[in-house]
């Protein structure tokens, strides 16, 4: 499951639901895998002001992934302009100024869309549940006494 | 027409094979009225106001995974923009891992949404208070018994050194997803109550199938009874039987206005 799901997913347990502590889930024996996407920036741009970006600071570092910067970026800083000739250019004489993907940009798709929890828990910060997470997908199912 | 996902990877020994309701969603929210609707509330840039951020699609009960698929693959005509997030949930994990597929195929090639992940869970339990832009659900909504959840865990996965499936296990799964207990309606009533908890107080709009022995009607007055400015209208049928629909998706949303 990617990292980037978290930022929608709370503790299943309703009496969870007010508590603060019940999001995010804190990840816990995690085996990651990274998998490869196609970078999309201007969805990244438009993400950004949907991300708990604290909480998923922390997340990052729980997983000890490098940490993010204590404030989301502007979206400004997710392309940056780059000369160089178009790819159909064989020549390479006709350099233009291209908008591409900045550092900041590959490094957030990387931890949001391209960071994978294969196997682990998830745990809740509120009532300790924990949720098993088998083969990259989450298990959310109560035992019949916490439902 | 828009083209409808494939579930050809799909074993529907144990996962409910797309059929008649299915197609029903599908052919709702890409009608054009329906369209037109959508691009208005999500359309980026909007006619007013600021740029919005993408809309969360979330479907409880994707079962092969069709609807999702459908709805990740053409965001850009039912929504008016490509930067569309989508998550799915099951309480069926074959389901879960079927629907995955059944998306990342869809959307491999030339469409720029985003899919999330699918989720093993109870409706939409697990999901963050207000998160949702789009929430669909086609529930479990025939009236026949519930089947016996203390199964759940034995039956949710392959038994280790068993053979992969029983005819008792796979008859289990397939009842998850149409037993709807009294008038079909116990599932779906408990969905209904999660609706505007998860639901963008603003912007958040949910479809819902129903058949005819759920009462629509009713069903849909009980929404409006909620108040603070809840809707509750159908905008898709099919299969009219002596003056009945068969089948119908209701729009569910809040207006202000």
Redesign the interface.
């Known amino acids: 499951m990617k990292l980037l799901t978290l930022n929608f997913l709370t503790c299943a347990v309703k009496t969870c639901k007010t508590s603060a502590s019940s999001f995010p889930l804190h990840p816990r024996d995690s085996e990651l895998e990274i998998v490869e996407a196609e970078i999309n920036v201007q969805f990244l741009q438009n993400i950004l002001p949907r991300l708990m970006w604290e909480e998923l600071g922390g997340l990052v570092n729980e997983l000890g992934l490098p940490s993010l910067p204590p404030t989301a970026p502007l979206p400004s800083a997710l392309v940056e302009s780059k000369l160089q000739a178009p790819e159909s250019d064989t020549t390479g004489l006709n350099i233009e100024k291209l908008e591409v993907p900045s550092q900041v940009a590959r490094d957030l798709h990387r931890v949001l869309l391209e960071t994978c929890i294969m196997s682990g828990g998830l745990v809740c910060g509120n009532c300790g549940h924990e949720y098993k997470v088998l083969e990259g997908v989450a298990n959310f199912l109560l035992p019949a006494h916490l439902v | 027409m828009l083209p409808t996902p494939s579930t050809s990877h799909v074993c529907f020994d144990r996962v409910y094979e797309p059929a008649e309701d299915s197609f029903l969603l599908l052919d709702t929210i890409s009608a054009p009225s329906e369209a037109a609707f959508l691009h208005d509330r999500f359309e980026?840039p909007p006619h007013h106001g600021p740029?919005s951020?993408?809309p969360?699609v979330l479907e409880v009960g994707v079962g092969s995974g069709v609807v999702l698929a459908f709805v990740a693959a053409n965001a850009g005509k039912i929504f008016g923009r490509e930067?569309v997030?989508t998550?799915g949930?099951d309480?069926n994990?074959f389901a879960?891992?079927a629907a995955?597929k059944t998306v990342q195929n869809a959307i491999k090639t030339g469409s720029?949404s985003?899919f999330?992940?699918?989720?093993?869970?109870?409706l939409a339990?697990?999901?963050?208070?207000h998160?949702i832009d789009v929430f669909i659900f086609n529930p479990p909504y025939v009236p026949a018994e519930l089947p016996d959840?203390?199964r759940?865990n034995d039956y949710?996965a392959p038994r280790p050194g068993q053979k992969p499936t029983s005819f008792e296990q796979d008859s289990y799964l397939l009842e998850l997803s149409y037993a709807g207990g009294v008038d079909g309606m116990e599932v779906t009533n408990r969905m209904l109550e999660q609706i505007p908890?998860i639901l963008d107080p603003s912007r958040g709009v949910a479809y819902l199938l129903l058949c005819a022995q759920n009462k629509p009607e009713a069903v849909k007055q009980d929404i409006r009874n909620w108040g603070h400015g809840w809707k509750a209208e159908t905008v898709g049928t099919s299969g009219k039987q002596a003056g009945w629909e068969k089948l119908q998706i209701v729009r569910i949303w809040r207006s202000t206005a």
């Open positions: 980026h740029c951020t993408p969360l930067d997030l998550l949930v309480i994990s879960c891992d995955s720029r985003t999330l992940d699918i989720v093993n869970g109870d339990s697990s999901i963050r208070p998160s959840f203390s759940h949710n908890d």
